[in-house]
């Protein structure tokens, strides 16, 4: 009998070696550490170990050191900003099995990659960068302490969200999935928009989603994919999880009409009760364009049916409640007009038949988007076994090292094939289940599926 242990966080601390420059104020250096009950020392040597390693590696690189390689433990490092260091420490998956009375220990090294997991760390600062601002600049407005206290207050709970086991090729793109519409709907939605952000002047940006994809958005590329993923895998499923605890209305009948003073639309950030004006409920407080303005925004979501508009406003611009009537009097109608017709368009889509015998991950780096079909749209866990998963991985991180185009293809000891292709900034990974098919054919099968599913997009032959 064979048991495989899971890939687990060892151990998560932030450090600054300018903060405990002199011998005996070592433990000044350190800012934050996960788990809280670790001794003293033991967090000494563990940011000593760290600084040793990356002062070590700069005599051979100019590039800092992304992971150090032992048996039992594979560790990450992140420079996110001058002086700052991010390291993360996760357990290596083992299996014990019984022979001749003993206990023999492997230790499945290649389970965990360094493209992933020194993804999982960056998301990890870009999140915390997202509701808490950079390290450098809560220093200039406060002091150490202070950022130690954000760094106490955040993390702690953010590091429970991890789901180490089941991170992959999906952390290293981090990318955003966006929601084809015809023409008019799409420009509908855009005066939409327009109107919003000329009726009430407190709105700086505003994002339009369905179904926890994108169709909209007025922030910056790398502002927005930070949201959209705080968005997707913490907010919406959290209000949906609550809204389905309360109790629903019947569904399978046909949508009553929607008016003017009736309508599907409330608040996921902000009052829960229109009826309520000492409940504005809970705002959070996001920081965008830290690296040229540097704004703080408050979040509001507002959601009817299927389709969610966040509107960001500052802080000292929103009024007071009667505002988040007007907008609910606004948005409502609208919103759940607009969401109804969006539905059908969306309905047929997903009604068309799909090809099973390959699944595929799509990525462009020049506008995010991302597709796949080897996850489970909502969960986003892999639906393909994780050797596979794997292997798309380690593709991604050879294309990562040459700055021409690739393409790669490989045979699994399965009978599956594995087909990489890099070119002009996008990024088409495709499994094809064909046992009996030789390479030639998979050649010809790779490109019969991107001119069926991505006829508008060149791929180099």
Same mark, same amino acid.
């Given at each position: ?193 327009? *109107? ?5 002047? @407190?709105?700086?940006?505003? $994002?339009? %989603?369905?179904? #926890? &994809? ?123 007009? *607009? ?5 059908? @368009?969306?309905?047929?889509? $997903?009604? %068309?038949?799909? #090809? &099973? ?105």
């Amino acid at each position: 009998m064979t048991n495989r242990s899971c890939i687990t966080l060892y151990n998560f601390f932030v450090y600054n070696s300018n903060f405990g420059p002199r011998e005996g104020e070592e433990h000044k250096k350190i800012l934050f550490f996960h788990p809280a009950d670790t001794n003293i020392d033991t967090k000494i040597k563990a940011v000593g170990l760290s600084e040793a390693v990356v002062k070590f590696t700069e005599t051979f690189s100019d590039k800092p050191c992304d992971a150090l390689h032992t048996q039992k433990t594979r560790q990450v490092f992140l420079q996110p900003e001058k002086d700052f260091w991010m390291v993360m420490t996760v357990t290596i998956p083992k299996s014990e099995t019984e022979k001749d009375g003993q206990t023999h220990i492997e230790y499945h090294e290649d389970d965990v990659q360094d493209s992933v997991y020194g993804a999982v760390l960056k998301q990890a600062y870009n999140m915390f960068k997202l509701f808490m601002g950079p390290f450098t600049s809560i220093l200039k407005l406060t002091n150490v302490q202070h950022l130690m206290q954000r760094l106490d207050h955040f993390f702690p709970r953010y590091l429970q969200t991890l789901r180490l086991g089941q991170a992959d090729i999906m952390e290293v793109h981090n990318g955003i999935q966006f929601l084809p519409l015809d023409k008019n709907t799409y420009l509908r939605i855009q005066c939409f928009i327009n *109107l919003i952000e000329a009726t009430f002047s @407190q709105v700086k940006y505003t $994002a339009f %989603l369905y179904n #926890d &994809q994108l169709v909209w958005s007025g922030l910056e590329q790398d502002d927005m994919r930070i949201l959209y993923k705080y968005l997707t895998t913490s907010l919406f499923p959290t209000a949906l999880e609550s809204e389905m605890c309360r109790e629903s209305p019947k569904s399978g009948g046909p949508l009553p009409p929607i008016t003017s003073s009736s309508h599907f639309g409330k608040y996921v950030t902000g009052p829960q009760n229109l009826n309520d004006s000492n409940n504005l409920g809970k705002i959070p407080h996001i920081y965008v364009n830290t690296d040229t303005r540097y704004e703080e925004l408050n979040l509001i979501a507002y959601r009817a049916l299927s389709a969610t508009v966040c509107l960001m406003v500052e802080p000292t611009s929103i009024p007071g409640f009667e505002w988040y009537k007007k907008i609910d009097a606004f948005l409502g109608p609208q919103l759940s007009t *607009l969401a109804s017709d969006i539905s059908e @368009q969306y309905s047929k889509r $997903a009604s %068309l038949p799909s #090809d &099973q015998q390959f699944k595929y991950i799509y990525f462009n780096h020049m506008n995010l988007a991302q597709k796949t079909t080897i996850h489970n749209r909502k969960t986003l866990s892999a639906i393909i076994s994780p050797e596979i998963v794997r292997l798309i991985a380690d593709i991604n991180a050879s294309f990562v090292k040459t700055e021409d185009d690739a393409e790669t293809v490989m045979k699994t000891v399965s009978d599956c094939w594995v087909v990489g292709k890099k070119s002009d900034q996008r990024e088409f990974y495709v499994v094809i289940n064909q046992k009996n098919a030789n390479l030639i054919e998979i050649n010809e099968e790779v490109k019969r599926l991107c001119s069926t599913h991505f006829n508008n997009i060149f791929f180099l032959d």
